[in-house]
C-alpha cells in the first residue's frame, strides 16, 4: 500500500520534542508539524477575543473560525492565524497558561485532531511523510502511525532548559518556580480526560535528558532507517 509515512512524537512539555521533531523532519525530508503549536494559535485567538475558556461552545467556534498554517522558516517555523505571523505571541507565558483550558476542551480536540489528520495525509504527500509532535499523537491522531516515539527527560533537566528560554525571553523567575509550572503541566497533560499524555505499547521511548537535539534526532533517524516499514 502506497501511503505516507507518519512519524509520531508525543512526549512531555520542554522534553525537547519541537527541535528534535524539526530536526528528524529535515534529516528524512518529511514535513513537520507542530501539534502544540495549534493550541497555542487557538488559544492566542480566544485570549484576544476575551473568551470565557470554560466554555466549550464560545471556544468549538473559535476553533473553528481559526485558519492555522505552519510554514518551515530557519531557525523556527513559522505559524499563521487567519493570515497573520503569530510565531512570538503563541510563546508568551499568558499563552502557555491559558492554553490548558483550550487542550481540556473537547469540542477544540476534534477539530483540531481531524485537521492535524488531514494534514498528515495531504499536505505530506508531496514529501512523502509527516513528523508529528504532541500529546496524543499516536494515541489518537495516527494510532496507525509507522513509528511512534516518546520523548522524555527528566524534570530538572526540562525545567532548566525552559529557565534558560525565559531568560532569554527577559522574563526573571527561579528554577524552583519552573520545577513547580513543569510538574503542574505534567499532571495536566496525563491527567486530561481526553488526548491526555501516554505512551502506547508499541511506543519506543527515548529519554532526551542527557543528548544533544542532534544526538536524539539521529537516534530516531537510525531507528527509522533500520525498521523501514
Ligand atoms: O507542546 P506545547 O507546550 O506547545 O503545547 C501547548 C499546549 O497544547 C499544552 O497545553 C499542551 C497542549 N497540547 C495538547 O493537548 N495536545 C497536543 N497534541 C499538543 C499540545
Not at 511506543?203 to 532526551?208: K, Y
Amino acid at each position: 500500500m502506497n501511503r505516507v509515512t507518519i512519524v509520531a512524537i508525543d512526549g512531555p512539555a520542554g522534553a525537547g520534542k519541537s527541535t528534535v521533531a524539526k530536526t528528524l523532519a529535515r534529516k528524512l525530508g518529511f514535513l513537520h508539524i507542530d501539534t502544540g503549536a495549534m493550541y497555542r494559535a487557538v488559544t492566542l485567538s480566544a485570549l484576544r477575543q476575551k473568551a470565557d475558556l470554560k466554555s466549550d461552545a464560545e471556544l468549538e467556534k473559535i476553533a473553528r473560525d481559526s485558519k492555522i498554517e505552519l510554514k518551515p522558516g530557519d531557525p523556527e517555523n513559522k505559524v499563521f492565524l487567519n493570515g497573520e505571523d503569530v510565531s512570538r505571541e503563541i510563546r508568551t507565558p499568558e499563552v502557555t497558561q491559558a492554553s490548558a483550558h483550550i487542550a481540556n476542551s473537547v469540542p477544540v480536540r476534534k477539530i483540531l485532531v481531524s485537521r492535524q489528520q488531514q494534514m498528515g495525509r495531504s499536505d505530506s504527500a508531496p514529501y512523502g511523510g509527516a513528523v508529528l509532535e504532541g500529546r496524543d499523537i499516536g494515541t489518537d491522531v495516527f494510532p496507525d502511525a509507522q513509528y511512534k516515539f516518546y520523548l522524555d527527560a527528566s524534570v530538572e533537566m526540562r525545567a532548566e532548559r525552559r529557565l534558560k528560554d525565559l531568560e532569554k525571553a527577559g522574563v526573571k523567575t527561579s528554577l524552583e518556580k519552573v520545577m513547580e509550572d513543569v510538574k503542574a503541566r505534567d499532571e495536566r497533560d496525563i491527567n486530561r480526560a481526553v488526548g491526555g499524555l501516554r505512551k502506547t505499547p508499541e511506543s519506543i521511548v527515548v529519554d532526551h535528558s542527557h543528548l544533544t537535539v542532534e544526538g536524539s534526532a539521529d537516534a530516531l533517524y537510525q531507528y527509522i532507517r533500520q525498521h523501514a516499514r
